[in-house]
C-alpha cells in the first residue's frame, strides 16, 4: 500500500465513528448518517459494501466494536441518550438488537465518546460522564459480568475525542481537557494509579473533532493523528505539531506527497492496531466474520 494509501486510511479513520477489521482484513468504518449508524467496508481504497448498524442511533454521536470471543457486538447512543447494543448476526449479514446491562452506568454525558481497550481476561470501555470526567468499566470475559467503573482525574472538555489502546505493560488513554489541551493517561497492568502527562503543542483553541493516539514503537513515544476542523495533524514529542493536509467535502488534500510520506514512513505500527492485528489470538474458533480478537498485555490488570 501506498503512503498515500495510508494517509488515505487515516483520514477515514478520523473521520469515522469507529474501527474495525473482518476476517479477511477488510478495513470496517462507521459513519453515522443522521441517525442511521452505517458499517462502511473497505478493501484497501475501495468501498466494498455497506451495512446499517441502526435506525435509532443519537445524532453526531459515537459507537464502538467490542468483540468478544464468540460474538462481535456494537456499542451506541441511542436516540434517547441511552447506551443500546447490537450484535453480528454472521449468518444472516446483519446488526441485531442485543441488550446488555451494565450496572452503575446511569451518568453518561449526551455527547460522550466511546472508546474500547481489550486486555487479557477484560475488556475496557471508556466514557465521559455527565460532570465531565471520563470513567472506565471493564466487562470480565472469563466470568461475563461488569465490575465496578473507576475514574480518571482530570476534567474533560465536553465531548471529548476518547482514544485509548493497551501496550504490553500498559492501558493508555487520551482525551481533550478543559483547557483544549489532549491529556495521556497510562497505568501499568500491575499499578495501583494513573500516570498523567500533557502531549506537547497539543493545545488548539480550534475543535478538536477526532484522536487517534499510538504509540511509535521505533522510538518508545506516545504521537498522535487529529482532525482539528478541516485540518488533518500530526502530532509529535520532539517534532511538534505537523500539518498534513485539510478535508473538503470528503476529500482529503495533502499539503505534498513528500511531506506526507515523511511521516507515515516507520509509524504504521500504529495503523495495525486501527486495524485490529494482534498479538495474542484467543479466538481462534470465532465465527463472526471479524477478525479474531485483539489482546494487548502480558497479564490482566491488577486494578480490574
Same mark, same amino acid.
Given at each position: 500500500?501506498?503512503?498515500?494509501?495510508?494517509?488515505?486510511?487515516?483520514?477515514?479513520?478520523?473521520?469515522?465513528?469507529?474501527?474495525?477489521?473482518?476476517?479477511?482484513?477488510?478495513?470496517?468504518?462507521?459513519?453515522?448518517?443522521?441517525?442511521?449508524?452505517?458499517?462502511?467496508?473497505?478493501?484497501?481504497?475501495?468501498?466494498?459494501?455497506?451495512?446499517?448498524?441502526?435506525?435509532?442511533?443519537?445524532?453526531?454521536?459515537?459507537?464502538?466494536?467490542?468483540?468478544?470471543?464468540?460474538?462481535?457486538?456494537?456499542?451506541?447512543?441511542?436516540?434517547?441518550?441511552?447506551?443500546?447494543?447490537?450484535?453480528?448476526?454472521?449468518?444472516?449479514?446483519?446488526?441485531?438488537?442485543?441488550?446488555?446491562? *451494565?450496572? #452503575?452506568?446511569?451518568?453518561?454525558?449526551?455527547?460522550?465518546? %466511546?472508546?474500547? @481497550? $481489550?486486555?487479557? +481476561?477484560? =475488556?475496557?470501555?471508556?466514557?465521559?460522564?455527565?460532570?465531565?470526567?471520563?470513567?472506565?468499566?471493564?466487562?470480565?470475559?472469563?466470568?461475563?459480568?461488569?465490575?465496578?467503573?473507576?475514574?480518571?482525574?482530570?476534567?474533560?472538555?465536553?465531548?471529548?475525542?476518547?482514544?485509548?489502546?493497551?501496550?504490553?505493560?500498559?492501558?493508555?488513554?487520551?482525551?481533550?481537557?478543559?483547557?483544549?489541551?489532549?491529556?495521556?493517561?497510562?497505568?501499568?497492568?500491575?499499578?495501583?494509579?494513573?500516570?498523567?502527562?500533557?502531549?506537547?503543542?497539543?493545545?488548539?483553541?480550534?475543535?478538536?473533532?477526532?484522536?487517534?493516539?499510538?504509540?511509535?514503537?521505533?522510538?518508545?513515544?506516545?504521537?498522535?493523528?487529529?482532525?482539528?476542523?478541516?485540518? *488533518?495533524? #500530526?502530532?509529535?514529542?520532539?517534532?511538534?505539531?505537523?500539518? %498534513?493536509?485539510? @478535508? $473538503?467535502?470528503? +476529500?482529503? =488534500?495533502?499539503?505534498?506527497?513528500?511531506?506526507?510520506?515523511?511521516?507515515?514512513?516507520?509509524?504504521?505500527?500504529?495503523?495495525?492496531?486501527?486495524?485490529?492485528?494482534?498479538?495474542?489470538?484467543?479466538?481462534?474458533?470465532?465465527?463472526?466474520?471479524?477478525?479474531?480478537?485483539?489482546?494487548?498485555?502480558?497479564?490482566?490488570?491488577?486494578?480490574?
Amino acid at each position: 500500500m501506498s503512503n498515500l494509501a495510508n494517509v488515505g486510511n487515516i483520514v477515514r479513520t478520523l473521520q469515522s465513528v469507529n474501527s474495525n477489521v473482518t476476517e479477511d482484513g477488510q478495513l470496517c468504518l462507521l459513519s453515522l448518517e443522521g441517525d442511521r449508524l452505517i458499517e462502511n467496508i473497505y478493501d484497501n481504497e475501495e468501498l466494498l459494501s455497506q451495512r446499517c448498524v441502526t435506525n435509532d442511533a443519537k445524532h453526531n454521536s459515537s459507537a464502538v466494536y467490542m468483540m468478544l470471543e464468540s460474538s462481535a457486538f456494537m456499542l451506541y447512543l441511542g436516540s434517547n441518550a441511552s447506551l443500546c447494543a447490537r450484535e453480528f448476526n454472521h449468518g444472516e449479514k446483519e446488526w441485531v438488537e442485543a441488550k446488555i446491562e *451494565i450496572p #452503575h452506568l446511569t451518568d453518561l454525558c449526551p455527547e460522550t465518546r %466511546l472508546s474500547v @481497550v $481489550t486486555v487479557p +481476561e477484560v =475488556t475496557i470501555v471508556f466514557y465521559q460522564t455527565i460532570k465531565g470526567q471520563v470513567h472506565g468499566i471493564a466487562f470480565d470475559r472469563k466470568k461475563e459480568h461488569w465490575l465496578a467503573p473507576f475514574c480518571l482525574p482530570c476534567q474533560a472538555q465536553r465531548g471529548t475525542p476518547i482514544s485509548a489502546f493497551s501496550t504490553q505493560e500498559s492501558v493508555i488513554v487520551s482525551f481533550v481537557d478543559i483547557e483544549k489541551k489532549v491529556h495521556i493517561f497510562s497505568r501499568r497492568l500491575e499499578a495501583d494509579k494513573w500516570e498523567d502527562k500533557i502531549l506537547d503543542d497539543s493545545s488548539d483553541n480550534a475543535h478538536m473533532m477526532n484522536l487517534v493516539v499510538y504509540e511509535n514503537e521505533e522510538r518508545g513515544t506516545i504521537e498522535a493523528f487529529a482532525q482539528v476542523q478541516n485540518k *488533518i495533524l #500530526h502530532i509529535d514529542q520532539h517534532q511538534g505539531r505537523s500539518c %498534513l493536509g485539510q @478535508v $473538503t467535502k470528503g +476529500e482529503f =488534500t495533502p499539503i505534498t506527497k513528500a511531506e506526507c510520506g515523511r511521516f507515515i514512513r516507520a509509524r504504521f505500527g500504529m495503523l495495525g492496531r486501527l486495524r485490529g492485528n494482534t498479538n495474542i489470538t484467543i479466538n481462534s474458533n470465532n465465527n463472526s466474520g471479524y477478525a479474531p480478537i485483539s489482546v494487548w498485555g502480558a497479564r490482566r490488570p491488577a486494578w480490574a
